[in-house]
């Protein structure tokens, strides 16, 4: 059983940074690291992942503004969000994936962003 806290939410303004960051119970490696949102009354969307082989992944919406890394020793993945916008505005959820009977998810972290 892994337990996964996302951590660095908040609030922000348009054009803003912020890092959202993974805490994992034990090391990571191996195990595809995945971020997804959910914004009101949407649903639940993948917006990056990285693999053990570091190949990345990121939505369309994200592309050449949010990096998705991780630190496997310390079981850490991290999600760094540049020129925020309004619609990034959603939970943010961690999710580390082995396979589809494998995965676990963290209860998430609310990221607010206005004009």
Request: charged residues 20%; positive net charge.
């Amino acid at each position: 059983q892994v337990q996964l806290v996302e951590s660095g939410g908040g609030s922000a303004r348009v054009g803003a940074s912020m890092r959202l960051s993974c805490t994992a119970s034990g090391t990571i490696f191996g195990w595809t690291l995945k971020w997804y949102r959910q914004a009101s009354g949407k649903g639940r969307e993948l917006v990056a992942s990285l693999n053990q082989r570091a190949t990345t992944t990121y939505a369309d919406a994200v592309k050449d503004r949010f990096t998705v890394s991780r630190d496997n020793a310390k079981g850490m993945g991290y999600l760094q969000m540049n020129n925020l916008k309004v619609d990034d505005t959603a939970i943010y959820f961690c999710n580390l994936y082995w396979n589809c009977l494998e995965e676990y998810w963290g209860p998430g972290t609310q990221v607010t962003v206005s004009s």
